[in-house]
């Protein structure tokens, strides 16, 4: 089907010579001047329906374009058939449509009148009263509904009543994308005015980063500071959304305390690739001090909640954990901390609960700890397969080829080098394709370090879904398969994993229910997550209403979960993974709302939004939050206050999320990449194509320029000395 052309004209070819696929120049040139002509008929049958069916101008000046779209059919340069809207507007298409014959005034031949008339049934005499009269469709849902699961294909064999229907189902621009399961938006349907919004707050955040400078350099103290904050907030965790709020915050006018457990940001779409030693673990990350030096850290865990009495208690962690001859230490005692605004992103953890074993025998890659041990349990795999228990090695078995070794051995070697990854999400699919990538390096003959276990590495991806990354395209979700497969990876999709072991998992079939054991020397348990305990701590003193979907916590438009006071209201803000924040705002029916998913892209945005909202000094328990006058003497504040007035935020905008698509690795140098800015998609690659665009945009979003640089220097490393297979 050939693209919608002007004036949302649809345009259907059928070609008498498409069934002559030779080389033959007249043919060809044949071909060439049909299309020519069809392209010539398509124009002058739309300029002679918008000119002899037209009754007034204003319908004249829309017919075609969005009051009556229309599809042509066209043979040779012949127009065979035209179906076109018979009433309606707008973008939907009516529930009543027209078939019209074309009949070409210049045609000797022809008895009737110019203009479109009614197409009579050529096998049935006596329809053809009936046939002039529009007759009634069915509606949009119901034409939808019935569609046949068959791709559009009119061909000369298509029998004129098939392709009567499949005009009928596509008689609109919208019903056409409908049909082809594509995204019906448009150019026109930029969100330009939030693209406005978020430059002009960009602007805002340089003005408060260069602001930061006179203390970076060490021109202003740290207890200067103290005579310009107003309010402490306090912030737990160091995720993406924490630290796009510690990069924004204007800590002039706020005192920021972080409570995290661990003391960097790590770049969390990297670590499938920091698992096989494509890219260094600090390459990626950033220190929560590095972040903005303004900033207190105090490394612990937020183990309970105050609601009322706004105070948290803190866990600290035992250091000196690494250290062998170390003096036995004291557990210290928690601390409590005050403060006038808690800022919960926690995130979530990885769910492993519910399937035996996972929580005991899985590795999993949610941190730079669960990377390195990941990387450390692939190695020693490589090293248990080596020894000479179970290795083949020709000068210790001169007298045993290797097809006639002991079949025992054979399947305990293949068994320790058999990587099992349950999900078939993003993170799964890309640290496939990394462990793919790693084999191959590795096993290369002469150059590898692991040539002789070629042949035995098996790498499984195990998903309980029909497709892998779902959330992609299916266009793309079909490469990421074909992808894989073509490097080896076994994938099994409609499959769940019942029960993981030391050495082995169990698989049941979704449609047949069967159950299979199979051997391997590691899994890597990438399959769904749930909220932290912190979260369940704070949900008990809150509202019922603020428990949402999979233990999350309900939020409004600016963040604020329901509070047990009207007073409080603000005092609480969550943000990332543990935020239930609703997509659809007119929903109000709870079963049918859809949220925001939980991914790097929406927390780190949501910590952006969250960081002006505190720099801004809006009042946060009124709804909506307002903006407060500044002090006197403050010129900041008062610039500020004039900057926000003129932009007409007297009166606080609620979170928008802008969609800037996915990304993901699939081995092999190809990438998916989907691109959209809203809803408005923009481009979808699968390929080499995609893998620049993965990198690149990796590259352009680490969070500083250390990061880059260093980013970029494993690459090259990678690319020019291979994989490190030390193990440290």
Known sequence: LPPIVSHKTILVTKNANTEDNNNNNKKTKKKQQDRNDDDDAVVDAHDRIVADDCNNDDDKDECGICIRPTIIVIQGGTVIKITRKAAGGGNLPSSATQTFLYVDPDDASATKPPIPRPLDDDNDKSKKDDAKTP??????????????????????????????????????????????????????????????????????????????????????????????????????????????????????????????????FVFTPMLASAAVGSVEYRSMTEAVRASNPMVQYIEGRATDVDVEGKKIKVELNQLLTDTEDKPEEKKPDPIEIDYDALVVAIGTRVKKSNVPGAATHCYYLKTCDDARRLRTGVGECLEMASRPDVAYNPPL????????????????????????????????????????????????????????????????LVHGGSSLVPNFDESLRGHALASLEKRGVKVRLNTYTTEVGEDFVVLKDKHTGIEERIPVGLTVWAAGIEPVPFAEKMLDQLPSSARGVGGRINVDKWMRPPMPKEDLMGSIVVLGDAAAFVDDDEDENAAKQSYLPQTAQVAGQQGAFMARMLNRNYNMTATPPILQEAEEGDDVNKAREAWLRLRGLEAAAGFNFLNLGMLAYVGGGEALSQIVVGDVPLFAYAGSTGFILWRSVYLVKQVATRNRVLVTFDWAKTALFGRDVTRL
């Open 135 to 264: 007759q009634q469709e069915p509606s949009d849902e119901e034409t939808m509904q019935t569609m046949p699961d068959v791709s559009l294909d009119m061909t000369d064999t298509t029998t004129a009543a098939d392709e009567d229907r499949y005009l009928k189902m596509i008689n609109s621009e919208y019903r056409l994308k409908t049909f082809l399961g594509e995204n019906t938006k448009s150019g026109a349907d930029l969100p330009l005015s939030i693209l406005l919004g978020r430059t002009l707050d960009t602007m805002e955040d340089v003005v408060n980063i260069i602001r930061r400078k006179p203390y970076d350099y060490g021109w202003v103290q740290q207890d200067e500071l103290e005579k310009y904050a107003h309010k402490t907030v306090v912030v737990l965790g160091s995720g993406w959304a924490s630290h796009a709020l510690i990069k924004a915050a204007d800590t002039y006018s706020i005192n920021v305390i972080v409570v995290s457990p661990v003391n960097h």
């Open 397 to 460: 078995s001169k007298t045993t080829p290797k097809e006639l070794e002991p079949t025992a051995k054979q399947e305990e070697r293949r068994r320790r080098l058999r990587f099992c990854i349950v999900g078939g999400g993003p993170t799964g699919v890309e640290l496939a394709g990394e462990l793919s990538d790693f084999f191959k390096d590795i096993c290369h003959p002469r150059k590898g370090t692991y040539p002789k276990l070629k042949d035995d590495i098996e790498i499984m």
